[in-house]
């Protein structure tokens, strides 16, 4: 009687993509960058937000933007439009960027030039949660369009970030959204989650966001030296 | 020497479902039901849209709306407190519904005593794409904050739907939304796909695709007894 053969194929795909995350972190720690992976639904901001983001912090930083798209170069043209530097990459269909890819995408960059990559995931609330992309900080954006209601829908999202960007608060006089009741249903699954509220159009709270970022850089530079 | 087993498994799991999603059509069609699949991204609008649908065509049709989501039964309780039948799928993860999870629900459904279901699905612009449903009609909901290029970015979303219902219409001075610019990318991807600009709040363009809609049901009953 032999042994059965068992192939757990979830389990055995995360831990593989752990492993090379892992792996990605190393990498970025021995170049002294830092890796912020940014989420959220399609359209909630993404790209604006890393925009208004890269304009503030280029003085301090050199920074690259890796975008995740299952297809399409328009968020790249965008980011090199406004002075970036960017690595499309097009996922052919997956619905998340995985360890994989983001290996694939920062062998194409010279780390030694850069401080700070920002990741573009694919715009959804699912699947990019549960995958580790090597990145050193886990942000999501919810808009204010999007409703309040979210967490409810989607808990690994909020489960798993380190920080919630409430976007388009410029418009919250049109929308029902009412910030204290999505508020404290953070505090209940995910107390340590920072909450910033900002227009990546009127540039209202980037600066706060912009300074709270500035500092997780610049600790996490200063582990490195230790 | 033995033959190779090749196990597909993706081939596998998209064959599996269609054949279980033509199961659940032929079923549908025994009860002279007809079954809408509405997808979009999160907050999007899609209970607004089946309530204010559901209120117009209920001296019509007996209705049924089946909500799925990741967690919660916000969506259900909505529907119910509209007046509305729900039964609510919690798909514990997965990003999609797909055959199986609709087989469950519509066994919970004396289908006798309805005409038209709705299928809520998963907020995502991605994977419920793939996966049949055994609905007769897709439909996509874009939401003007979520931005006119979407289309670029999650192209098969908008190539898989027959009607594209562009919802928020009521704050599109407040976006960068030109609706030229998506009807223009739509005609070269999709060109029979229908499109309806509505409002769920304010009610405009309500009217105009419950129109629609109910000739599609129309349509359908009428083939059914031929």
Redesign the interface.
Known sequence: MTDIKLIK?KESITADNDRSADLIRNELANNKVFMINIMS????GKTSLIIATMKILQNKYHINVIEG????T?DSEKIIRNGGDAVQIQTG?D?HVDASMIKAAIETIDLKDYDVIFIEN??????PAEFDTGANLKVMIL?V???D??I?????MFNVCDALIIN?ID?IE?FDFDFNVLKNRVSLINPKMKIFQVSAKTGEGIIEWCDWLSKQIDCYNKSLNL
Chains 1, 2 share one sequence.
Do not use: H, Q, T
């Open positions: 194929i639904s399609p359209g909630a798209d299952i297809d399409s328009v269909g619905c694919v715009g959804n609330l699912v699947c808009s369009p999007e409703g209601d979210k409810l829908k989607y808990p690994l388009k418009c049109f």
